[in-house]
């Protein structure tokens, strides 16, 4: 819970590098030129969270549904959302700001006090818990997992000493929004993962909203297989045929009803109007980058656009390390550019993306590079600085 609040309090305040130009650089000592570079490595290390149109559907629906619980005065259960994705395609950023902004709201409206708390305890106050689902995730294991972050002991309880403590303390901490991200850890094929699909509609009668994130849940025995509806972008789930083939049905038909599931798509290149989506978020990821050269244009015109997308998918969170990876050789082979031939010397691997289970599905598929053209690149290692900013000569 520290931590989370930490983050909530701290997002924003990270200031980028300054926007210099070559000749202003060349102007600097060697000292503040290294200083001036460790910033920018810095800044390309933690760019922004850039919304899309994809991005701000999930966001909108996540916040609606919390809001909708959150400030309802019935009791009884929450509609919950299932956030389903593709690996690097920004779930947990997406989820995570939208949770942040209405936590921020709920604390103002409420003057940072419980409403419904007793004397003595206005200072437990967890608007928003945050939560990943173990790997291999029993009943016993989840509640525990939710209890760490609330700072609970619960050394030597029962399963059923656990649920009840996990009660208390959503109630304790007028938690409005609990989040399990990395759902589709659950596989569904033990006995003990069922056991937790009904702990968490237990969950859900507490007041709060269940948001579950993760990958290919429609496929995961989360819901019954589902079918995406590309007119109305919503999955849809057929009737039950076969009640004998899942250990427990029932539980599949409840999430039905009482979850509501959107799909978190990469970018698409098939139509014009899904192109100048690409473009558009290509020159926002631009105006965040600090390279010498004037960056506009540099991802978003030419030839760019469809290359990048061929080297990512159109899947933001590999866009992201591919773009981070290039800002760095372009500093220090003093290019101060991003192109084809310098972008072809880059490799995003699964160890760019260490918190992503390969097992479960959230690693993306890495599509190939090809060979990067040698004298193109023995021609960008020669980039020099002169006082008009840089140029490029013989290495001779």
């Known amino acids: 819970m520290e931590g989370w609040q930490r983050w909530i309090r701290t997002r924003d305040l990270f200031v980028p590098a300054p926007v210099m130009s070559a000749n202003q650089y060349l102007q600097l000592t060697p000292r503040r030129r290294r200083l001036h570079d460790l910033h920018r490595l810095a800044t390309h290390s933690s760019l922004p969270v850039l919304s899309t149109p994809m991005s701000d559907a999930v966001a909108w629906l996540v916040k609606a549904r919390i809001e909708d619980g959150a400030y309802s005065h019935k009791a009884g259960i929450r509609t919950g959302v299932m956030v389903n ?14 949770l942040a902004a209405f936590e921020d709201e709920w604390l103002e409206v409420n003057e940072y006090m419980n409403p419904q708390a007793m004397a003595g305890t206005r200072d437990l106050l967890a608007p928003v818990a945050y939560v990943r689902c173990p790997v291999k995730a029993t009943p016993v294991s989840t509640c525990k997992r939710i209890l760490d972050f609330y700072g609970e002991d619960y050394k030597n309880m029962r399963q059923e000493d656990l649920v009840r403590t996990v009660n208390a303390a959503i109630t304790a901490h007028a938690t409005k929004a609990l989040v399990i991200d990395d759902i589709t850890r659950l596989k569904l ?26 990958v290919g849940i429609p496929f995961s025995g989360l819901l019954r297989r589902g079918r995406f ?8 789930i057929p009737p039950v045929k076969d009640r004998g083939r899942s250990p427990n049905p029932e539980a599949a038909t409840q999430h039905e009803r009482r979850f509501e599931m959107i799909e978190l798509e990469p970018f698409g290149y098939g ?7 690409w473009e558009d978020h290509l020159v926002s990821v631009e105006q965040n980058l600090r390279l010498l050269n004037d960056t506009e244009g540099m991802l978003s015109t030419g030839s760019m656009p469809e290359y990048l997308f061929s080297r990512t998918n159109g899947v933001v969170g590999l866009l992201e390390k ?6 760095r050789l372009a500093i220090e082979d003093g290019s101060e550019r991003l192109d084809e031939a310098l972008l ?7 160890t760019d993306l260490p918190d992503l289970d390969a097992e479960s599905g959230e690693q993306p598929l890495i599509p190939p590079v090809r060979n990067p053209s040698r004298k193109s690149r023995a021609k960008k290692r020669n980039t020099v600085f002169d006082d008009s900013g840089p140029t490029a000569e013989s290495a001779g």
């Open 271 to 277: 139509s014009s109007a899904q192109i100048g989506a």
């Open 189 to 214: 094929h033990r006995e003990s993962d069922q056991d937790v699909l009904d702990l968490l509609l237990e969950v859900m009668s507490m007041s709060v909203t269940l948001i579950l994130v993760g």
């Open 85 to 98: 994705g593709g690996g690097a395609q920004g779930k947990t950023e997406t989820v995570c700001a939208a």
């Open 229 to 236: 509806d590309p007119a109305t972008k919503q999955w849809t």
């Open 344 to 350: 072809n010397s880059c490799r995003v691997s699964p």
């Open 322 to 327: 591919l773009i981070q990876r290039g800002c």
